[in-house]
């Protein structure tokens, strides 16, 4: 199983998108709404330089934007 | 290789009303569309569309992808249409990924892009201070000096989604005049945390791993000025997205599809534009939709007499 979280804001389109694409799938995330957080804001821009959303965390590495090539094959998920 | 009747490439308002148009004409018909997001779901709030005032763009799209995905039609997703070729009476579809589909007629439905600012540091801070998308990464600059570039609409709207988290906006106006509606320069005046420059060019965005600082010229005094800002919003209107099309349908001089509004037929028979992407005057979600309706009823007369 892949811990998988998401950091978005609730209005941003394609984290709409992404959060639906991985129900779709049935993955599991833990979400994380970085407009509420700003700590975790913060570290997600610590962490990856990027000062966007979506990303995505997959057990440690992260994805930026809605990659759905890389999420896919991090997640082993078949189009 | 299967043939379709009517192949639509878009989906926004036009592509999605042409789809479900074509579906109870009962077109074998195919959509392709790299996302249901596009314009409208960049958009925070939409108070002109009818029957649902104060919708967010992104709901909006859900609804338009709910409402479509009751009928009977084939969606490709994800996938953007490269290239649109005539194959005698027919024509060849190709994807950014390399997939081929043939059709009798095609509906183009692709609306705009942003206009990128087309200044060194622009694309390279992508992600890392310069953002086409305000209410996506607003959140990002709490406290921060942030600069909207772009004077209409989309810039005064961008400048009040961001005024809950920064603490300075600058917009730059390369003209002399504010072109944004009056209830948005209202508010916009309101704000102590809004600056408004006109006759400010950008020329470069500067920074290490993020952005820093901007370079602008007056183009009144002809000097230029270096501002420290953590942030840039590139919001200086849009560009149609015609590029697969270049050379195949005639084009006006701004690189919109031009079309015979009674049907929306280009230049090229069995090809059509509907939307933002053609030339038509005022660019509009309801007018968008009106379009998509009769390009598909134009494609179902023009397929029944081709047969």
């Known amino acids: 199983m892949n811990k998988v979280k998401v950091y978005s804001t609730p209005v941003c389109p394609y984290c709409v998108s992404l959060k639906e694409f991985l129900k779709k799938h049935n993955v599991d995330f833990e979400e994380i709404d970085v407009s509420q957080n700003q700590e975790a804001a913060r570290e997600m821009v610590e962490k990856t330089g990027q000062m966007a959303v979506p990303v995505l965390e997959i057990d440690g590495e992260f994805v930026v934007g809605f990659d759905r090539k890389r999420i896919s094959k991090l997640l082993n998920i078949e189009n | 290789m299967e043939l379709y009747d009517l192949i639509i490439i878009g989906g926004g308002p036009a592509g999605v009303t042409a789809g479900i148009y074509a579906a109870r004409k009962k077109l074998k018909t195919l959509l392709v569309t790299e996302d249901f997001i596009g314009q409208v779901g960049k958009t925070g709030q939409i108070d002109n569309y009818l029957g649902l005032p104060g919708i967010s763009g992104i709901e909006l799209m859900e609804k338009f992808k709910e409402h479509i995905k009751k009928f009977e039609i084939e969606i490709q997703e994800a996938e953007k249409v490269v290239r649109v070729k005539k194959e005698k009476e027919f024509f060849l579809i190709k994807t950014g990924s390399?997939?081929?589909?043939?059709?009798?007629?095609?509906?183009?439905?692709?609306?705009?892009?942003?206009?990128?600012?087309?200044?060194?540091?622009?694309?390279?801070?992508?992600?890392?201070?310069?953002?086409?998308?305000?209410i996506c990464d607003a959140p990002f600059f709490q406290d921060k000096a942030v600069a909207v570039?772009?004077?209409?609409?989309?810039?005064?709207?961008?400048?009040?989604?961001?005024?809950?988290?920064?603490?300075?906006?600058?917009?730059?106006?390369?003209?002399?005049?504010?072109?944004?509606?009056?209830?948005?320069?209202?508010?916009?005046?309101?704000?102590?945390?809004?600056?408004?420059?006109?006759?400010?060019e950008v020329k470069k965005i500067e920074g290490r791993g993020k952005v820093q600082s901007l370079l602008y010229h007056d183009l009144k005094t002809k000097k230029t000025f270096q501002v420290p800002i953590d942030g840039v919003f590139v919001q200086i209107g849009t560009i149609p997205a015609t590029a697969f099309v270049k050379g195949l349908v005639e084009f006006n001089e701004a690189d919109e599809i031009k079309v015979d509004f009674k049907t929306c037929q280009t230049s090229c028979p069995g090809i059509f534009a509907a939307g933002d992407v053609n030339d038509g005057k005022w660019k509009q979600i309801i007018i968008a939709a009106g379009e998509g309706a009769?390009?598909?009823?134009?494609?179902?007369?023009?397929?029944?007499?081709?047969?």
């Open chain 2, 98 to 134: 390399k997939k081929n589909f043939l059709t009798k007629s095609v509906i183009i439905a692709t609306g705009r892009d942003p206009r990128p600012l087309e200044v060194p540091g622009e694309k390279e801070f992508i992600g890392q201070g310069v953002s086409y998308c305000s």
């Open chain 2, 149 to 200: 570039i772009g004077g209409g609409n989309s810039g005064f709207e961008a400048a009040l989604d961001l005024l809950k988290y920064a603490k300075r906006i600058f917009i730059f106006e390369r003209s002399d005049k504010i072109i944004a509606d009056e209830i948005l320069q209202e508010e916009a005046k309101k704000e102590k945390k809004i600056e408004i420059h006109l006759n400010k």
């Open chain 2, 294 to 307: 009769r390009a598909a009823l134009a494609v179902y007369k023009y397929l029944q007499n081709m047969n």
